[in-house]
């Protein structure tokens, strides 16, 4: 346990950051998860997806939760799966 009221503050604050961090990693996880369901049922609907998609991945990396590379890849990949 932190003894210093700097270390407290700290503590507080990163586990703040790590929730934060978590639902934003949560939610380009989950888009893209969605994304690979949905070009295997319907390419209609992965059309509409591919947006949402981008736009959790962009703000994951733009967060830093995500480096701006792997934001890269991973829209590189998602946009692989519509062209197939």
């Known amino acids: ?3 210093t ?3 407290k503050k700290a503590l507080r604050q990163s586990i703040r950051r790590k929730a934060r961090n978590l639902i934003r990693s949560n939610a380009y996880k989950t888009a893209v998860k969605q994304l690979k369901k ?3 049922t ?3 609907e992965a059309q509409k997806l591919l ?3 981008y736009k959790a991945i ?3 990396a733009k967060t830093g939760v995500i480096k701006k590379n792997k934001a890269a ?3 590189s990949g998602v946009a ?3 062209v197939k």
């Open 73 to 75: 890849r991973l829209k």
């Open 38 to 40: 949905a070009v295997a």
């Open 51 to 53: 947006p949402k998609a």
């Open 1 to 3: 346990m932190p003894i």
């Open 58 to 60: 962009d703000k994951a």
């Open 5 to 7: 009221a700097s270390a």
């Open 80 to 82: 692989k799966l519509l």
């Open 42 to 44: 319907s390419k209609e």
